[in-house]
């Protein structure tokens, strides 16, 4: 097979797609590193913000792009309602009611797009859009935006986590739970960050894997294991990680039909999941053994 | 002990709660798969089955005035929740024929645990296991949809005609789609036919572009699709024609969807054609889509044809039973065996003239003539669509 | 409406909530008294019933099978079989902590759906299989439930039963001090490892006797009925609603829980008819809600653990959890 096949056909759909799961497996990292439990209805929430900015788009006829700051408000406040209403109450429990409780929440997201926005297969803009060529390699412009966006936005979440105090107080809280209390870290405005940021990346994710296919009920749900896959792939807790993870699933997903049946796609990220696991039980970056 | 509270707590809340339901003349239950995978292909199914009631309702009623009542369950598209909904319109509601469910592990399911012990007809829409064929029923289930077998068999028949001698295949791995795929690849390759490329997919994933490049390694410039329009298939169309893995797109009756056209644009999907079934010689499928466009709906959206059909049908069985819901099964291949006079969809008025005047009727569907066989299926008949501004338009005839 | 529907309706209620009674008497076991986050629960479960039903169906072109083996040795095979399949997956996944070895299970999981999906020689593929056996089939609708019923009440007790001896053997008191204190254990010389894998081998072939309860009962088996929401994570919404350690409280959990999912649809279907298809939308809501309010109010569970039977309490797992997480 030509380079430049492979290049255009398997390698950078794998990319595109694997940004898409970056994204979803940053928030899933922080919530697991943070706030130490795994976040089932995170799916659910990227699809909700996916609907979210379609809302914009055909209220206001606006382009997708200005729906997206819009869609990413909108989750960031759902997100931190979620935690006040339901998840906060829980919070003295053991993990492992918190982990049902958003399985719950995930149901109920789930039926809020149902009924607003109808179960119909929708795209934020009608008609195809060809790729184009540069120098051998065919790309479209929103894949294009799809990448740098990954990278711009889990960009300045690394940043913020380094040099902001907010930043620091996040890691802190991750990195040992009972200093941070102690140090003065307020817990319940961490909490509150983090979830917002948490809406802000599943916002980003559902609108990035909407707008390079199409928007269904759920879209997020089925897209809900790769990314935990990535997530543990790239070591729990680690930013940098997940996004590592993210694009080794995508890649290895998209490359994978080389060597066997289309069907079995699905199941690839579980198999190189189980493999690094065993080579290396906290992910490829040290990640956290909960 | 702890059976019998949750005994007590399951009477309890169902007569609670089922006291209050109207009480109706004579109730249908529409079983759908309204959540879960096929969420988008319910909601025109049902519209459509509840069009044919309507018209039964506004045309003088059956049995002689009384109205139909129809209630909806949701089977989810899984065994689980299809069995309990099933029960729950058995028992609780008492219909007397059921309309659905629309996944086949579902009818599968249903029809052996709940609807054939307890003797109820059961018609689905879209079904299309062959395993449903098979089932020991007591004549009990029918299909308004033919078995995959037929449609994959004249369509591999009508491409090799149409002088298309290689493809590459691509379908979901599904009841719908392997069935499908299985029975084409079959006739098309003893027909001297080239398979080039042959791959199943899963549904839901973002990208298939590495399943595509894969299947057009094999030379072919005819890519057949069976799958979902409202699904997967759009995904795959979409991302075929925009990095022109292909030239020319084939589907079959799940891709003429109207969410193709809505999303892909016209423009788009001159070299897209899809089979689907169609009655051979009646005007069935014509008087049905003007009936559907007046009450609001898309003619195009997927399955809506056999599911109107299987609505119209247990009504018509209903009114020529005479309400007795043990008769229901034998009449409905009674009033659609291809002898006697010809019904078309809506014609309700005339049909209960007929029954009454003690006359044979034959309904002719909007999604075939609907003679049923033994196994309760139907033979299907099948057209080729093309895309004709903003819907499908027959370009010929399937044999 | 008829006495006697209601009452074909509560003995279907009373059959599926014995089947998965099963799975979360099968889950209580790895979870409950093991700490082993199984999240594959439909691997097993698929596992037993299509075992069962090669074994047991008639011959079939598509597919493995016309052994026409009686029933019993199906249910038998089903056991044997999850079992089987557990150990390699115990070996390696086991060594995995909690959330490690969720993801890794739900995985499997996944992996197995994919096989019996694709593999139709021997599974029958996307059509599955048809035609399996259901004991006591040919009596009237009524009689053949209550039958079944019957069947799957004392299959249920002897599980339980099994169980509870188990639990308060010496084996059950070392699972729970696994559980509660690894070190401890290991420190007293227990072999983990093993006893781990036990566990979770036992808690595997009971949901693979619940698979093949449910494929019986419909005399078919699908790859639909595969769905991690219905066949995994229902089962664990029941378990931890029930409460998690106490056998009864799972059988419990198992009743309220399929009785909010069934009976939901009864309040939905209160609203107009023209909202009758947003009316399945918003059950889903219902069930969602619902879930929140029990856990908000009995997040220890309806029945928690009995406190004699073991020294942990509830904020001690979470102690014991946090500085796991350190």
């Known amino acids: 097979m030509p380079f430049m096949e492979f290049v255009n056909f398997y390698l950078m759909p794998g990319i595109v797609l694997g940004?898409?799961?970056?994204?979803?497996?940053?928030?899933?990292?922080?919530?697991?590193?943070?706030?130490?439990?795994?976040?089932?209805?995170?799916?659910?929430?990227?699809?909700?913000?996916?609907?979210?900015?379609?809302?914009?788009?055909?209220?206001?006829?606006?382009?997708?792009?200005?729906?997206?700051?819009?869609?990413?408000?909108?989750?960031?406040?759902?997100?931190?309602?979620?935690?006040?209403?339901?998840?906060?109450?829980?919070?003295?429990?053991?993990?492992?009611?918190?982990?049902?409780?958003?399985?719950?929440?995930?149901?109920?997201?789930?039926?809020?797009?149902?009924?607003?926005?109808?179960?119909?297969?929708?795209?934020?803009?009608?008609?195809?859009?060809?790729?184009?060529?540069?120098?051998?390699?065919?790309?479209?412009?929103?894949?294009?935006?799809?990448?740098?966006?990954?990278?711009?936005?889990?960009?300045?979440?690394?940043?913020?986590?380094?040099?902001?105090?907010?930043?620091?107080?996040?890691?802190?809280?991750?990195?040992?739970?009972?200093?941070?209390?102690?140090?003065?870290?307020?817990?319940?405005?961490?909490?509150m960050l983090t979830w917002a940021i948490v809406g802000i990346l599943c916002a980003a994710s559902g609108f990035f894997l909407g707008i390079n296919t199409e928007l269904k009920p759920l879209m997020g749900w089925t897209m809900l294991l790769p990314m935990f896959a990535a997530t543990i792939l790239g070591g729990v807790g680690r930013v940098e990680g997940a996004v590592v993870g993210g694009l080794i699933v995508g890649i290895v997903e998209e490359t994978s039909v080389l060597l066997i049946p289309g069907e079995y796609k699905a199941a690839m990220a579980f198999a190189i999941l189980l493999l690094i696991l065993l080579v290396r039980p906290t992910g490829l970056l040290k990640g956290k053994v909960l | 002990?702890?059976?019998?509270?949750?005994?007590?707590?399951?009477?309890?809340?169902?007569?609670?709660?089922?006291?209050?339901?109207?009480?109706?003349?004579?109730?249908?239950?529409?079983?759908?798969?309204?959540?879960?995978?096929?969420?988008?292909?319910?909601?025109?199914?049902?519209?459509?089955?509840?069009?044919?009631?309507?018209?039964?309702?506004?045309?003088?009623?059956?049995?002689?005035?009384?109205?139909?009542v129809t209630v909806v369950g949701d089977s989810a598209c899984n065994p689980q929740n299809g069995v309990d909904a099933a029960t729950k319109l058995v028992n609780i509601e008492q219909v007397v024929g059921l309309i659905g469910p629309h996944c086949s592990g579902s009818v599968l399911a249903v029809a052996n645990s709940v609807t054939v012990p307890a003797g109820i007809a059961l018609i689905t829409p879209s079904g299309t296991s062959p395993e449903i064929t098979g089932l020991e029923d007591k004549g009990l289930?029918?299909?308004?949809?033919?078995?995959?077998?037929?449609?994959?068999?004249?369509?591999?028949?009508?491409?090799?005609?149409?002088?298309?001698?290689?493809?590459?295949?691509?379908?979901?791995?599904?009841?719908?789609?392997?069935?499908?795929?299985?029975?084409?690849?079959?006739?098309?390759?003893?027909?001297?036919?080239?398979?080039?490329?042959?791959?199943?997919?899963?549904?839901?994933?973002?990208?298939?572009?590495?399943?595509?490049?894969?299947?057009?390694?094999?030379?072919?410039?005819?890519?057949?699709?069976?799958?979902?329009?409202?699904?997967?298939?759009?995904?795959?169309?979409?991302?075929?024609?925009?990095?022109?893995?292909?030239?020319?797109?084939?589907?079959?009756?799940?891709?003429?969807?109207?969410?193709i056209i809505r999303e892909l644009g016209t423009?788009?999907?001159?070299?897209?054609?899809?089979?689907?079934?169609?009655?051979?010689?009646?005007?069935?499928?014509?008087?049905?889509?003007?009936?559907?466009?007046?009450?609001?709906?898309?003619?195009?959206?997927?399955?809506?044809?056999?599911?109107?059909?299987?609505?119209?049908?247990?009504?018509?069985?209903?009114?020529?039973?005479?309400?007795?819901?043990?008769?229901?099964?034998?009449?409905?291949?009674?009033?659609?065996?291809?002898?006697?006079?010809?019904?078309?969809?809506?014609?309700?008025?005339?049909?209960?003239?007929?029954?009454?005047?003690?006359?044979?009727?034959?309904?002719?569907?909007?999604?075939?003539?609907?003679?049923?066989?033994?196994?309760?299926?139907?033979?299907?008949?099948?057209?080729?669509?093309?895309?004709?501004?903003?819907?499908?338009?027959?370009?010929?005839?399937?044999? | 409406m008829e006495l006697i529907g209601l009452l074909n309706y509560a003995v279907f209620m009373a059959i599926f909530i014995g089947i998965y009674s099963l799975l979360a008497l099968g889950l209580n076991i790895q979870w409950g008294f093991s700490g082993l986050f199984n999240a594959g629960i439909a691997g097993f479960f698929a596992v037993g019933a299509y075992s069962s039903a090669i074994v047991t169906a008639p011959e079939s072109s598509v597919h493995l099978g016309g052994f026409q083996m009686p029933v019993v040795v199906g249910w038998i095979a089903a056991m044997i079989a999850a079992g089987l399949i557990a150990w390699p997956i115990g070996k390696v996944c086991l060594r995995f902590r909690s959330d490690y070895l969720a993801i890794a299970t739900i995985g499997v999981a996944e992996i197995i759906r994919l096989i019996v999906k694709s593999e139709g020689w021997l599974t029958g593929g996307a059509r599955g299989i048809n035609k399996v056996p259901r004991p006591f089939g040919d009596l009237s609708y009524l009689y053949s439930q209550l039958a079944y019923l019957a069947l799957v009440?004392?299959?249920?007790?002897?599980?339980?039963?099994?169980?509870?001896?188990?639990?308060?053997?010496?084996?059950?008191?070392?699972?729970?001090?696994i559980r509660d204190n690894e070190d401890a254990a290991t420190a007293m010389g227990k072999d983990i490892k093993a006893r781990r894998l036990e566990a979770f081998i036992f808690g595997a072939a009971i949901m693979g006797l619940g698979g093949a309860l449910f494929a019986h009962f419909n005399r078919s088996i699908t790859p639909e009925a595969i769905d991690p929401m219905i066949a995994t994570f229902l089962i664990w919404i029941m378990l931890i609603l029930g409460g998690s350690g106490n056998n009864r409280g799972a059988l419990l959990g198992?009743?309220?829980?399929?009785?909010?999912?069934?009976?939901?649809?009864?309040?939905?279907?209160?609203?107009?008819?023209?909202?009758?298809?947003?009316?399945?939308?918003?059950?889903?809501?219902?069930?969602?809600?619902?879930?929140?309010?029990?856990?908000?109010?009995?997040?220890?569970?309806?029945?928690?653990?009995?406190?004699?039977?073991?020294?942990?309490?509830?904020?001690?797992?979470?102690?014991?959890?946090?500085?796991?997480?350190?």
């Open chain 1, 19 to 191: 940004s898409i799961y970056a994204l979803g497996a940053v928030g899933i990292t922080l919530v697991f590193g943070i706030l130490r439990f795994a976040h089932l209805a995170h799916g659910d929430l990227a699809t909700l913000g996916a609907f979210a900015a379609l809302g914009v788009v055909t209220i206001f006829g606006v382009s997708p792009w200005v729906a997206l700051p819009v869609a990413m408000i909108f989750c960031a406040f759902m997100a931190i309602g979620i935690d006040k209403v339901f998840y906060d109450y829980l919070s003295e429990r053991p993990k492992i009611i918190v982990v049902m409780s958003s399985l719950g929440i995930a149901l109920m997201l789930r039926a809020l797009v149902q009924v607003i926005w109808g179960v119909d297969t929708e795209t934020y803009t009608r008609g195809i859009v060809r790729p184009e060529n540069y120098w051998g390699i065919r790309i479209r412009d929103r894949e294009i935006y799809t990448i740098i966006a990954m990278f711009a936005i889990v960009g300045v979440l690394w940043v913020f986590l380094q040099k902001t105090k907010w930043g620091k107080a996040m890691r802190a809280m991750s990195d040992n739970p009972d200093l941070a209390l102690l140090s003065g870290v307020d817990n319940r405005k961490v909490t």
């Open chain 3, 153 to 177: 009440i004392a299959i249920v007790f002897a599980v339980y039963w099994a169980i509870e001896r188990q639990i308060s053997a010496p084996w059950g008191r070392m699972m729970r001090g």
């Open chain 3, 254 to 326: 198992v009743a309220v829980v399929w009785i909010i999912w069934s009976a939901s649809e009864f309040l939905t279907d209160q609203l107009p008819t023209e909202y009758a298809i947003q009316a399945k939308y918003m059950r889903v809501f219902v069930i969602g809600l619902l879930l929140q309010l029990v856990l908000r109010f009995r997040p220890e569970g309806i029945l928690p653990e009995p406190q004699g039977v073991s020294s942990r309490t509830e904020t001690k797992t979470f102690q014991k959890q946090e500085s796991a997480a350190k």
């Open chain 2, 141 to 259: 289930v029918f299909r308004t949809v033919p078995s995959d077998d037929f449609q994959g068999r004249s369509l591999a028949r009508t491409l090799l005609e149409l002088g298309t001698k290689k493809v590459a295949v691509a379908y979901l791995n599904n009841d719908y789609g392997s069935g499908l795929a299985n029975s084409f690849k079959a006739e098309f390759e003893a027909n001297g036919g080239e398979i080039a490329g042959y791959s199943a997919h899963e549904d839901g994933k973002a990208s298939y572009r590495s399943n595509l490049a894969e299947l057009s390694r094999g030379g072919a410039d005819t890519l057949v699709i069976f799958d979902y329009g409202d699904g997967t298939g759009l995904t795959i169309l979409r991302q075929a024609l925009e990095n022109g893995f292909f030239t020319n797109y084939v589907g079959a009756d799940g891709m003429k969807s109207d969410a």
């Open chain 2, 1 to 68: 002990m702890l059976k019998k509270i949750a005994l007590a707590a399951g009477l309890f809340s169902a007569t609670a709660l089922a006291s209050n339901a109207a009480q109706a003349d004579v109730k249908i239950g529409l079983l759908g798969g309204i959540s879960g995978p096929i969420a988008a292909m319910a909601p025109p199914m049902l519209v459509s089955s509840k069009l044919a009631i309507q018209q039964v309702n506004e045309q003088g009623g059956i049995l002689g005035g009384q109205k139909i």
């Open chain 2, 267 to 399: 423009e788009n999907l001159t070299t897209f054609v899809t089979s689907s079934p169609v009655g051979e010689k009646s005007d069935s499928l014509a008087v049905f889509n003007k009936a559907y466009i007046a009450a609001g709906g898309n003619p195009d959206a997927i399955f809506v044809t056999s599911s109107y059909d299987a609505a119209f049908l247990m009504a018509l069985a209903l009114e020529k039973a005479g309400g007795d819901a043990a008769k229901v099964s034998e009449s409905i291949v009674a009033v659609s065996n291809g002898q006697g006079e010809a019904i078309l969809p809506g014609e309700w008025k005339k049909a209960v003239e007929l029954i009454a005047a003690g006359k044979d009727i034959d309904y002719k569907g909007a999604a075939g003539d609907l003679n049923f066989d033994r196994a309760g299926d139907v033979p299907g008949s099948y057209g080729l669509f093309k895309v004709d501004g903003d819907t499908f338009a027959l370009q010929q005839t399937l044999n």
